[in-house]
């Protein structure tokens, strides 16, 4: 059995082969999907999934896992143990004890050489010197399982967990998980005090098959579009040269709109390209400084073309004065401003307006799109972040969807609100906090 130094929870996130998470959870629901997608990807690798959890929990889950494996699969990887046997829950809390049994549900699979990882939840009853015996039992657990190379998730309730009990197990965690995010335990000693936020597994592992999904569909447009800019650029170079020479105006209109949609699916085909580029690898969660109003006139020049082929009057106002400066990816931020635009003129009547507008306030830059367009029930906006083209069956899907979107700007520290209604048309307000 080799030990590789990095393994992955999700096929995008990986960690330090050995860590200890710590995941207090607050939505059941999420728990479980979390715990499935870990179980997955440990199936996917080859790996023994050990579970220690209540049976409710556990059949819950396997219930899920169903829907993507096989029984016998389940049977093979996955072993099941109660809760309330392994921490002998009906006497006081020892962790040496539950060290011990621990330690005999792992050795066969030591023995074996067989890779493995583990999920449990961890009960126990109130007790004065509980935080003690928590900080005790995981600080033993987090040099036992950090030893043997085995990626180790510990859940807590924490509607039952008190607060001296999180700051205690935050000490031997190096992440701290949450229903929806994973970060490094602020608490944790690491070497590197590099902040990073990931979605949690469930997270992941959605938008990972969203990505999935979307790059089946970029793959086509990859292949050909070597082949169709080649004639995009013989027609745009042609339709410049007769704007030249011809005089009447509305033949210089006309030309006018050819060189606008020459533009526009040259632009798509680029964005897709990038895209797919920007999916394939871990660009979509790097960030660094950038300066956002550069970053917003790029994407206001393709947009206006994009209003312009579709008769939408595309008004935006940028009240930034270009110093500053955002902790962003620039692609992901482009992304999140040009899919937003493009939904409000996809979604908007002929002949109606657009209005954008972008401006700093309290500490944060506030990017509002308001259309007057087709607008959404209820309950279409409940799903929204879901999947955004079923929204409208009428009109088609953006790409790469709102679901993704809202995951960009909330790895940027922001939140999206929307409004609307129905035949009235959108409101989108997305808020980033700014560097300086």
Request: hydrophobic share 35%; proline share 2%.
């Amino acid at each position: 059995m080799t030990r590789q130094s990095s393994i992955p929870l999700t096929s995008k996130f990986h960690v330090q082969n050995g860590s200890h998470i710590l995941y207090f959870y607050n939505d059941t629901e999420k728990y479980i999907s979390n715990a499935v997608s870990f179980i997955i990807m440990g199936i996917n690798l080859d790996q023994r999934v050990i579970i220690i959890d209540t049976s409710d929990h556990f059949e819950r889950m396997t219930e899920a896992l169903r829907k993507e494996v096989t029984d016998e699969r389940i049977r093979q990887y996955v072993h099941y143990i109660n809760q309330t046997e392994f921490y002998d829950m009906h006497e006081d809390f020892h962790f040496s004890r539950i060290l011990l049994n621990l330690n005999q549900i792992i050795a066969p699979y030591l023995e074996d050489q067989v890779d493995m990882r583990l999920w449990g939840q961890v009960g126990w009853k109130e007790q004065p010197d509980m935080p003690e015996k928590i900080h005790a039992y995981e600080h033993g657990c987090d040099i036992s399982l950090s030893g043997l190379g085995f990626v180790t998730v510990c859940g807590y309730d924490a509607s039952n967990v008190n607060a001296a009990v999180l700051l205690e197990a935050m000490k031997t965690h190096p992440y701290l998980m949450t229903d929806d995010k994973l970060v490094l335990s602020s608490l944790y000693n690491h070497k590197s005090n590099h902040a990073v936020t990931y979605p949690a597994l469930a997270v992941q592992k959605e938008m990972e098959s969203e990505m999935d999904l979307y790059r089946q569909k970029l793959d086509f447009v990859h292949v050909v579009s070597h082949e169709v800019r080649n004639p995009l650029t013989v027609i745009k170079a042609y339709s410049s040269l007769l704007m030249s020479k011809v005089q009447d105006q509305e033949d210089r209109d006309k030309l006018k709109a050819i060189r606008d949609y020459v533009a526009l699916i040259d632009n798509e085909i680029s964005h897709i390209i990038s895209t797919e580029q920007m999916l394939t690898t871990d660009a979509l969660w790097r960030r660094r400084l950038t300066v956002p109003k550069e970053l917003l006139l790029d994407v206001m020049e393709i947009m206006e073309v994009k209003a312009r082929t579709q008769n939408i009057a595309l008004h935006h106002e940028i009240r930034l004065n270009g110093r500053e400066t955002l902790l962003s990816n620039a692609t992901g931020f482009k992304l999140i401003v040009s899919n937003i635009i493009s939904n409000a003129i996809k979604y908007s009547d002929e002949g109606k307006p657009v209005d954008f507008k972008a401006y700093r306030e309290t500490g944060q830059l506030v990017l509002v799109t308001q259309d007057y367009g087709v607008g959404m029930t209820d309950n279409q906006l409940s799903r929204l972040f879901q999947k955004y083209e079923k929204t409208n069956e009428q009109r088609g899907g953006q790409g790469i969807g709102l679901f993704m979107v809202k995951q960009l700007v909330e790895h940027h520290h922001g939140d999206i609100t929307v409004e609307s209604r129905l035949d009235e048309g959108t409101k989108v307000t997305v808020r980033l906090p700014m560097q300086g």
